[in-house]
């Protein structure tokens, strides 16, 4: 059990349209970090947020983008979805001065 | 460019004996080591870490070993059991201090302990 949650769990889209994924993280962790996961792939970093901004990015285009928000909840919002989109979501969460972070079970997508 | 390798798919071991998981990295400016599990339809669960500051740290069952000058480290576990059977994830951060930033994970070993 790590605290951290997300939604949904399960979820198909058609190539173009929009996606909100969410994340609920412990309360008194203030980093959320998003990760993409594809098959036979190690997760790969997106962007992290600390205290609400954007703190550190991967090699992903503009469409990906997130929010944080002051109750410990973030989402991370994907556009003009593409086939290769497709993939397991991962919200982690942690705390400054702590050398873990913990990931939620993951948002499956499958864009069409 | 896969910063952090792991160059086996599949290791299968008999209960009772040691795993020996291993990882190799090719940034010299990563200073910290973390493995995680994962289950089928679950999330990453934190196993232990390993600062560059140290050569081994232990946990129970599992103990890692960090070979700074080889860029490798491993886990062992000792004794194995059915229930370590699961994907094994090598990750490292450049931390530059106490909070964690980026992760940059290998591509997994995927553990399978027989009776």
């Known amino acids: 059990e790590t605290g951290v949650t997300q939604s949904p769990t399960h979820l198909i889209k058609t190539r173009g349209q929009q996606v909100t994924l969410r994340c609920s993280s412990q309360?008194?962790?203030?980093?959320v970090s998003w990760y993409q996961q594809a098959l036979g792939q190690g997760p790969q970093f997106i962007f992290q947020?600390?205290?609400?901004?954007?703190?550190g990015r991967g090699n992903f285009p503009p469409r990906f983008s997130g929010l944080q928000f002051p109750n410990y909840s973030s989402e991370l919002n994907v556009n003009a979805l593409e086939l290769d989109d497709s993939a397991l979501y991962l919200c982690?969460?942690?705390?400054?001065?702590?050398?873990?972070?913990?990931f939620g079970e993951g948002s499956w997508l499958t864009v069409v | 460019d896969q910063q952090v390798k792991q160059n086996s798919p599949s290791l299968s071991v008999q209960e009772g004996r040691i795993s020996i998981l291993n990882c190799d990295y090719t940034?010299?400016?990563?200073?910290?080591f973390l493995w995680y599990k994962k289950y089928p339809a679950e999330g990453p669960t934190f196993l232990i870490s390993i600062s560059s500051i140290k050569d081994k740290n232990e946990d129970g069952r599992f103990t890692v070993f960090l070979n700074k000058s080889a860029k490798h480290l491993s886990l062992h576990i000792v004794p194995s059991q059915p229930g370590d059977s699961a994907v094994y994830f090598c990750a490292a951060s450049a931390n530059r201090g106490s909070t964690l930033g980026r992760l940059y994970f290998g591509r997994g070993t995927q553990l399978t302990v027989w009776p």
């Open positions: 309360s008194g962790h203030n980093t």
């Open positions: 940034n010299s400016m990563f200073d910290y």
């Open positions: 982690a969460s942690g705390r400054t001065g702590r050398n873990t972070i913990y």
């Open positions: 947020y600390y205290r609400e901004e954007e703190n």
